[in-house]
């Protein structure tokens, strides 16, 4: 069974330390080549987060998307996913889809070429904000909880005119309703659980829950051990409460897994890294039909990025 992840953060490592070897760095890596070929992972989302020592300049943006053409892309089993062709042509023939995501605006300082440019290098995705604020929006710990600025408005418009697929995981309770009611495409939380289960302000409510769903978006649940349970250790089935809740709220069509592999440090018992997706896959087919887990690890993803991805590439032409 193949398996579609929205989120890991191995390009920050390599971006902090470029002699990581991607291909087998088991010790300070979660997600290597090795283990995505081990756990049969189809696509996977690489972003481009900025740690705070690389100040959010867009350079270092740069930097890390040079590293993920030289050293993700250069592996022949692994091929770029731009368009909707792209994703079918990895489907089947068996390749490993790469996507490129951007997690946080910071960087791109307000200017709108900046975003072109990341569309034209395969950036496909954006998440609007990490935890605190920026110059396009609150992010979901700014104590002020604001929504977005005039700027951050006109990037919405943007994105959604280029066909760049936006992300709420992280962005403020207001932010998002705003997003709502001004995108007139859907959108994605990638690494996002429901609060009713586990209450943080990381996870959805079951309002925002309930709105991706009817706007026909996804939400990958991540595998960050506070937002899955508050008592520590966290075990697998503690993930069935909130695949179960959103169920429940009519999103079984509407749910992934965006596992935030190399973003954390502390790990749910069993699922330590990419390679261990064969055990969350075991314990969902005792719980579930075998339709279900195929949706949950991996067509709910594929059919929402079938939908929203750009047909076909053509260089400086938009959706």
């Known amino acids: 069974m193949k398996i579609f992840d929205a989120h890991c953060d191995v390009l920050s490592k390599l971006l902090e330390d470029p002699r990581l070897d991607f291909i087998q760095e088991k010790d300070r890596l979660d997600v290597t080549l090795e283990r995505m070929l081990e756990s049969k992972i189809g696509f996977q989302n690489f972003a481009v987060y900025l740690p705070a020592s690389f100040a959010g300049e867009f350079r270092h943006v740069l930097q890390c998307i040079d590293l993920f053409y030289e050293r993700i892309l250069s592996n022949r089993q692994i091929h770029l996913i731009q368009t909707q062709d792209d994703l079918r042509h990895a489907h089947n023939q068996g390749q490993i889809g790469a996507l490129l995501s ?29 935890n605190y604020a920026n110059w396009a929006a609150d992010g979901v710990l700014e104590q002020r909880q604001g929504g977005f600025t005039a700027q951050g408005m006109n990037l919405i418009t943007e994105c959604n005119r280029l066909g760049m697929i936006l992300d709420v995981s992280h962005l403020s309770e207001k932010a998002f ?28 409510n079951d309002d925002q829950i309930t709105s991706i769903i009817r706007t026909g978006g996804v939400i990958g649940l991540t595998f960050v051990p506070p937002f899955v349970h508050a008592e520590e250790p966290v075990t697998m089935d503690r993930l069935l409460s909130h695949i179960d809740h959103i169920c429940s709220l009519g999103g079984s069509r509407s749910i992934g897994f965006g596992s935030d592999f190399d973003g954390i440090k502390e ?9 261990k997706y064969h055990q969350l896959i075991e314990l969902l087919q005792k719980n579930y039909s075998e339709e279900d887990v195929e949706h949950f690890i991996y067509k709910n993803w594929y059919h929402f990025y079938m939908d929203n991805l750009p047909s076909h590439h053509r260089i400086g032409e938009r959706e």
Request: hydrophobic letters at 40%; one cysteine or more.
């Open 267 to 275: 790990k749910i018992a069993g699922l330590e890294h990419a390679g």
């Open 177 to 204: 309703w705003e997003l709502l009611s001004r995108s007139d495409k859907p959108f994605i939380a990638s690494h996002s659980n429901s609060s009713r289960i586990c209450p943080k302000l990381r996870n959805l």
């Open 102 to 130: 951007l997690e946080g605006v910071d960087a791109l300082q307000g200017n709108i070429t900046y975003l072109r440019i990341l569309y034209y290098l395969g950036v496909r995705s954006i998440g609007i904000t990490w």
